[in-house]
């Protein structure tokens, strides 16, 4: 795969327009994916995605293709979401509001789905709102560490942050959502 995105961004590259939709096409849903994890809301997502794609197509000239392609275009999409994070502040998302397209959670309850189901839906969504209400950079440092799997060094060179920037982020965002879990679900402190 890597030698075929490689053989892409040099189409790309020599201007083929054609190349440049293939490219985006095959990434579009890792994209968006990681920019709904940074926003925790379908719309804001799909303008980070959006603008996220802008800043690969303007900076895809520069890219170097004997580098990783997918390193690169992570942190470019990275770069994107912190910069919209940076500049905008949260919204607040409604309990009622379908998350992923899926159902409310009343419409949920409502459904003879299992209830083992519903509880992983519960829990997934009690898990978003918590993240959600995270400040935007604690938020992000989560994303990349549990989500994106990047290790501290990883995370402070994608961000900018000194390395215990990050280290302290963490340590206070993990704080906040086992506070906010534990009084979801009851448990002891």
């Known amino acids: 795969m890597e030698s ?5 961004v040099l189409k790309c590259q020599a201007g083929q327009e054609d190349a440049y939709r ?3 096409s095959r990434y579009e849903g890792y994209i968006f994916s990681l920019c709904h ?4 809301n379908h719309e804001d997502a799909l303008e980070m995605s959006q603008e996220a794609m802008l800043k690969v197509v303007l900076a895809l000239p520069a890219y170097h293709v004997n580098r990783p392609f997918k390193p690169w ?3 470019v999409v990275i770069n994107a979401c912190i910069n919209y994070l940076r500049c905008r502040s949260p919204d607040l ?3 009622d509001q379908p998350l992923d397209g899926e159902l409310s959670m009343g419409q949920m309850l409502a459904d003879p789905r299992s209830e083992r189901q519903v509880e992983r839906m519960e829990t997934r969504d009690a898990l978003q709102r ?3 209400a995270l400040p935007p950079l604690y938020r992000m440092v989560v994303v990349m560490r549990h989500q994106e799997d990047m290790n ?3 995370i402070a060179e994608a961000a900018g942050l000194p390395l215990g920037t990050v280290k302290s982020y963490l340590f206070r965002a993990r704080s906040q959502l086992r506070q906010v879990m534990g009084e979801a679900y009851g448990w002891g402190a």
């Open 73 to 75: 275009l992570r942190q």
């Open 130 to 132: 918590a993240l959600g």
């Open 22 to 24: 293939e490219l985006l």
């Open 4 to 8: 075929d995105d490689r053989q892409l």
């Open 93 to 95: 998302l409604s309990l």
């Open 37 to 40: 994890r940074f926003s925790d």
């Open 152 to 154: 501290y060094q990883e």
